[in-house]
């Protein structure tokens, strides 16, 4: 069993940066691919960002490649994002997730994750 816990959200303005964290409880959580979904208002829960369980693999989708860096530190059961050169549009909730795979896939549906935080809010004022 692992249990997600997010934070670090909050709000900034346009071209402004935050760093999420994820802690995960668990010795299992090291053994599992993570990623980062965010979901807006209206809209359906997208992965930004994956990482594999040794996190030496990561994934990005075109929408933040370039401004986003996912990361993991195994020693500490700890995952971040790095989030630069925010948008009005990276408005959302920002959730962690997990599934018992090595590697894990941007295209893959969020239904693919057993494991969830309980989302921290990033807002993006212009």
């Known amino acids: 069993q692992v249990q997600l816990a997010e934070y670090g959200g909050g709000s900034v303005q346009a071209g402004g940066s935050l760093r999420l964290s994820c802690s995960g409880s668990?010795?299992?959580?090291?053994?599992?691919?993570v990623a980062w979904f965010r979901q807006a208002p209206g809209k359906g829960r997208e992965a930004v960002a994956t990482?594999?369980?040794?996190?030496?693999?990561?994934y990005y989708a075109d929408s933040v490649k370039g401004r986003f860096t996912i990361s993991r530190d195994n020693s500490k059961n700890m995952l971040y994002l790095q989030m630069n050169s925010l948008k009005s549009e990276d408005t959302a909730m920002y959730y962690c997730?997990?599934?018992?795979?090595?590697?894990?896939?941007?295209?893959?549906?969020?239904?693919?994750?057993?494991?969830w935080g309980q989302g921290t809010q990033v807002t993006v004022s212009s």
């Open positions: 668990g010795y299992a959580y090291r053994n599992y691919c």
């Open positions: 990482i594999s369980a040794g996190g030496g693999s990561t």
């Open positions: 997730a997990a599934r018992e795979e090595l590697y894990c896939y941007v295209w893959s549906p969020a239904t693919d994750y057993r494991y």
